[in-house]
């Protein structure tokens, strides 16, 4: 086994690497971590962009370490510099900061109705930000300062009205990340609908969607399903509906690039698993949220 001194040696290298593809990437980051030993352990100490980081971090780190390393992590995200507003209607959130970068992609779009954001970094005209429901990315947006505003107490939306709020966004086309009438993507029409028709708050990405909880039986009018095929991307999303001859599920789908309605069973036709979460569960967790700031990170990052 290599000495202690190689193994940080090492252990540095990789972070180096793994900062330089950051930057290559995303045009920027802050990755201020270096590696110290502590007894027969090795650990990261410092300070990241955002908490999504470090999973990627350690595992960039362990992968270059011999197994009987043990690699602890004591790292903290930015703290905010403040509470934001934009001045515009509407403005757009990406992956990286140079449009240039290949990792720009649209992280997702946001309205000023939204409410404020945190502000994390600066770099010339862009700021990273970090919106209420924890999606975090740059933007070129006019930001002034704001208060925090805490969430408000949600409602059961209405089944009809929430239906009809559902059904206004059929053929909008489907866009990775959009979250706007000019593309929309499959958590971005639950997160949308839901606030407007229940102030209540999802998550941004389905996948933390799926971590608010699990409701047994059947799927009824309300719920939010989940499916895994070979058509869609895994853990795929829509609300279950009332439809003309049964239930039916209103979704945005990336196979047929528009918000659709499908019947239920041809929803989940050739899936091989769905989940469901009752919109109970839905007002429950947005209950226990309400006065808050923020999402917890708790249901962030899975």
């Known amino acids: ?25 995303f045009g920027w980051t802050h990755l201020e971590v270096d590696v110290v030993q502590e007894g027969e352990d090795l650990v990261l100490r410092g300070e990241v962009a955002l908490r999504r980081m470090l999973p990627a971090i350690e595992h960039a780190v362990s992968a270059v370490l011999p197994h009987e390393v043990q690699l602890r992590a004591q790292l903290a995200p930015l703290a905010p510099l403040g509470w934001f507003l934009s001045r515009e209607a509407h403005y757009t959130l990406h992956r990286g900061l140079d449009r240039g970068q290949p990792g720009r992609g649209l992280v997702t779009e946001l309205e000023r109705d939204d409410g404020p954001v945190q502000v994390l ?8 930000i970090r919106g209420r429901d924890g999606t975090a990315g740059w933007t070129e947006t006019v930001l002034v300062p704001a208060e925090p505003a805490p969430l408000p107490s949600p409602i059961l939306p209405d089944p009809t009205r929430l239906t009809r709020a559902l059904r206004d966004w059929l053929g909008v086309p489907y866009v990775l990340g959009g979250r706007s009438a000019n593309g929309i993507d499959c958590s971005g029409l639950m997160q949308r609908v839901w606030w407007v028709e229940g102030q209540i708050l999802l998550p941004r990405h389905s996948s ?24 869609e991307a895994p853990g795929h999303v829509g609300t279950v509906v009332e439809g003309a001859a049964g239930l039916a599920v209103v979704h945005a789908s990336r196979s047929r690039e528009r918000v659709v309605e499908d019947p239920l069973t041809s929803f989940l036709d050739g899936t091989h698993r769905h989940e469901r979460i009752a919109a109970g569960t839905l007002l429950n967790f947005a209950q226990a949220h309400a006065g808050d700031v923020t999402l917890p990170e708790s249901v962030l990052g899975h």
Do not use: N, Y
Request: glycine content about 6%.
């Open 1 to 25: 086994m290599k000495d202690a001194r190689q193994l940080l040696d090492i252990a540095r290298q990789a972070l180096d690497a793994h900062r330089r593809h950051l930057v290559q990437a």
């Open 208 to 231: 933390d969607q799926r971590a608010l909880g699990h409701s047994h039986g059947m799927p009824t009018a309300g719920d939010l399903l989940f499916v895994w095929s070979d058509e």
């Open 121 to 128: 970094a600066r770099e010339e005209r862009c700021a990273l």
